[in-house]
């Protein structure tokens, strides 16, 4: 393990930053998406701003998946083995549940969906021996996203649909 990946692996390890400082950044995040994002969601009806059902609570239901990106983009800087690529599905793409999610447990009924917009990207996993060897090349699924043969989504992008 490098110098560096040490100190970030003792910082990480630490209580406060467990307890304190993820969940502050986390909580941060969410807000300031939710501050970018309410003027692309809001209706104008008759001079009243109306947002769709539950955004009022969209925040505080956001903060545990930023906090988790936080985690797991901290995790991630201590791997040197594995290759990963983030993903944004393009507006108008296809609902396909083994890459999105639009954040409601339980959500079926999702099939011939489309995505409105990308909130926070997926994130796929591959060994860098595949890449180097010339096999990872993108094998024509949506734009942004490149894995190799034995990749695997580890995280969902969130999108609105």
């Given at each position: 393990m490098h110098l560096r990946q040490a100190l970030l692996k003792s910082f990480?390890?630490?209580?406060?930053?467990?307890?304190?400082?993820?969940?502050?950044?986390?909580?941060?995040?969410?807000?300031?998406?939710?501050?970018?994002?309410?003027?692309?969601?809001?209706?104008?009806?008759?001079?009243?701003?109306?947002?769709?059902?539950?955004?009022?609570?969209?925040?505080?239901?956001?903060?545990?998946?930023?906090?988790?990106?936080?985690?797991?983009?901290?995790?991630?800087?201590?791997?040197?083995?594995?290759?990963?690529?983030?993903?944004?599905?393009?507006?108008?793409?296809?609902f396909d549940e083994e890459m999105m999610t639009n954040g409601q447990t339980g959500a079926g009924g999702c099939s011939g969906a489309h995505v409105r917009i990308t909130l926070f990207p997926g994130l796929s996993a591959s060994s860098n021996e595949d890449f180097a060897s010339g096999e990872g090349k993108d094998a024509g699924l949506p734009h942004g996203l490149c894995r190799s043969k034995d990749c695997d989504v580890i995280v969902r992008a969130l999108v609105l649909i």
């Open positions: 990480m390890d630490e209580k406060r930053f467990d307890q304190q400082i993820l969940p502050s950044k986390a909580a941060e995040m969410a807000k300031d998406l939710v501050s970018a994002l309410s003027p692309l969601i809001a209706d104008v009806d008759g001079g009243n701003v109306c947002y769709p059902s539950g955004w009022n609570e969209y925040q505080t239901r956001i903060v545990p998946l930023f906090e988790k990106a936080l985690r797991l983009c901290c995790r991630l800087r201590l791997n040197l083995f594995d290759s990963y690529c983030f993903f944004w599905p393009e507006p108008g793409a296809d």
